[in-house]
C-alpha cells in the first residue's frame, strides 16, 4: 500500500466515455484537487480543473518519480500501478536522470525525421484500406480494430524494429497495461508479460541488429558514455512502443466519430483539406487520448487554495482530460467544432515531460484521416455516435469498437 495523507471522497469511474466525463465535471466543481480512490485502495488526489492541471504538470514540488519521492513504497506491492511507476524511462524521471534518457530519444523524432516518415505512412494507410474493402462485404465493420488500431501500430513496430511474429503478443500486453480492471493475479501476470515480451525483442535484435531504434538503444547501452541499464532499456521500449501507439489510435477514432456525427463539419474539411489539423487539434481537445495518467508525486506541500492541500508524499493524478471539457478554459467544452478559435489542448503534456512523440502522432493521423475520407466518401457510423462503447479504464480514453458502414447506409 502507499501511504495518503486524508480519507478518499469518491471511488474514480472506470466506465470512460461519458461516464467518465460526468465525474470530470463533478470533480471540477467539488475542488482545486479531489481526494478519490483508485484500485487496490490507493488514494490520489484527482486535478480536473483546466488551470490546476497546467500549475501542476508544470510545479517544481511536483515528481514523477515515486522511488526518490516515496521511500517507503515497495517496488510491485501495488500490481495494477506497476506498469507506470515501477520503470526506470524519462517518463518516471526528473531533472538530469530525465534529460539524460530523453536526449536518446528525442532526436528520433525530430521534424525533419518525422517528415520523411509521411511516405512511409501514405504507403502503409493505402495498403491498410486496401485490405479494409476487400474484407469488408456487405455488414458494418469495426474501424477501430481494422484500421485506426493497425496504422500507428505497425509504424511504430516497424520504427522498432519488432518482428512480424513478435506483434501481436507486444501489442496484446500493452494494450493490457491500460485495463484498470485486472484482478492482482492478473496484474501480477501482466507485468511478467510485458518484460517478457521486451527481452524477447531486445534478445532478437541483440543477435540481429537493423536500422531501428530497439538496436540504437541496445548500442547505446553497450557503447554510451552514460550507458542505459537493462532497467533503463526495458522501460524505455515499454514507454515509447505503447506511447506511440493508443494515443493516435485514439484521436484517429474520435475524429472519424465526431466527424461522421457532424456532417457539415466533414463537407468543410472536404472541401479544404488545410482544415483537417483543425478537426484534429479539437478532437484532442474535446477527447483526449489519454484520461488520467498514473502518477505524479508531491516532494512538498502544495496548498490549492480553497482549504486543499496536497500533503508531500501524497499521489497526484492529472486528469488531461479536464482541461479540454473545463468551461473556464473553453466556452461550450462538449461541443465539438472544427471552426472554435481556442482548441488549446494538453493531450501530449505539458513541460519537460511534453510527448517527444507528438509529431508523429498528428503526421499518422492526417495521412490516415484524409486518405479514409478520400476512399470512403460515404463512410458511416452504423450506429448512433453516442452509442459507440467505450473500453471500460480511466486511463485512456478509448473506444471498445468504431461501427461504420464504408459505402453508407
Not at 478554459?329 to 488549446?344: L, M, Q, S, T, Y
Not at 458511416?380 to 469498437?401: K, Q, S, W
Request: proline share 7%; aromatic share 6%; charged share 25%.
Amino acid at each position: 500500500m502507499i501511504d495518503f495523507s486524508t480519507e478518499t471522497r469518491l471511488r474514480l469511474d472506470s466506465r470512460g466515455g461519458r461516464c467518465a466525463y460526468e465525474q470530470v465535471d463533478r470533480l471540477r466543481e467539488m475542488g482545486p484537487a479531489v481526494p478519490v480512490e483508485l484500485p487496490e485502495g490507493v488514494g490520489a488526489w484527482s486535478v480536473t480543473r483546466g488551470d490546476v492541471v497546467k500549475l501542476l504538470l508544470t510545479h517544481p514540488g511536483v515528481s514523477r518519480n515515486l522511488r526518490k519521492t516515496v521511500p517507503s513504497y515497495v517496488p510491485g506491492s501495488v500490481p495494477w500501478l506497476s506498469p507506470w511507476v515501477d520503470v526506470e524511462s524519462m517518463a518516471t524521471t526528473d531533472g538530469a536522470e530525465h534529460a539524460r534518457l530523453r536526449k536518446l530519444i528525442t532526436p528520433a523524432f525530430s521534424p525533419r525525421r518525422v517528415e520523411a516518415m509521411r511516405g512511409k505512412a501514405e504507403d502503409l494507410v493505402a495498403r491498410l484500406l486496401d485490405d479494409l474493402e476487400a474484407g469488408s462485404g456487405d455488414g458494418p465493420v469495426d474501424l477501430s480494430a481494422r484500421f485506426s488500431y493497425r496504422v500507428p501500430t505497425q509504424m511504430i513496430c516497424d520504427l522498432f524494429g519488432v518482428p512480424d511474429d513478435q506483434r501481436p503478443e507486444v501489442m496484446r500486453v500493452l494494450h493490457t497495461a491500460g485495463a484498470t480492471d485486472l484482478t492482482e493475479e492478473e496484474a501480477r501476470t501482466l507485468i511478467d508479460d510485458l518484460h517478457a515480451a521486451m527481452r524477447t525483442l531486445i534478445d532478437t535484435r541483440r543477435r540481429f541488429p537493423g536500422d531501428d531504434l530497439t538496436s540504437f538503444l541496445l548500442a547505446a547501452r553497450e557503447t554510451g558514455v552514460e550507458p542505459l541499464s537493462e532497467h533503463e532499456l526495458i522501460s524505455t521500449l515499454l514507454l515509447m512502443i505503447g506511447g506511440g501507439s493508443q494515443t493516435t489510435i485514439n484521436l484517429i477514432n474520435h475524429t472519424v466519430r465526431e466527424l461522421l456525427a457532424h456532417p457539415d463539419q466533414l463537407r468543410t474539411v472536404r472541401a479544404d483539406p488545410s482544415r483537417w489539423p483543425d478537426a484534429m487539434e479539437e478532437s484532442l481537445r474535446v477527447h483526449c487520448p489519454v484520461m488520467h495518467l498514473p502518477m505524479r508525486w508531491a516532494t512538498e506541500d502544495i496548498d490549492l487554495g480553497e482549504g486543499v492541500v496536497i500533503r508531500r508524499g501524497d499521489a497526484i493524478l492529472i486528469c488531461y482530460g479536464g482541461h479540454g471539457r473545463d468551461p473556464a478554459v473553453h466556452d461550450d467544452p462538449g461541443v465539438f467544432d472544427i471552426d472554435r478559435a481556442n482548441k488549446e489542448n494538453i493531450a501530449f503534456g505539458l513541460g519537460a515531460h511534453f510527448c517527444p512523440g507528438s509529431r508523429l502522432a498528428r503526421l499518422e493521423a492526417h495521412v490516415a484521416l484524409t486518405a479514409l475520407f478520400d476512399r470512403f466518401p460515404r463512410l458511416a457510423l452504423a450506429c448512433d455516435p453516442a452509442e459507440v462503447e467505450p473500453r471500460h479504464t480511466f486511463i485512456g480514453n478509448d473506444v471498445a469498437a468504431l461501427p461504420v458502414h464504408l459505402h453508407g447506409r
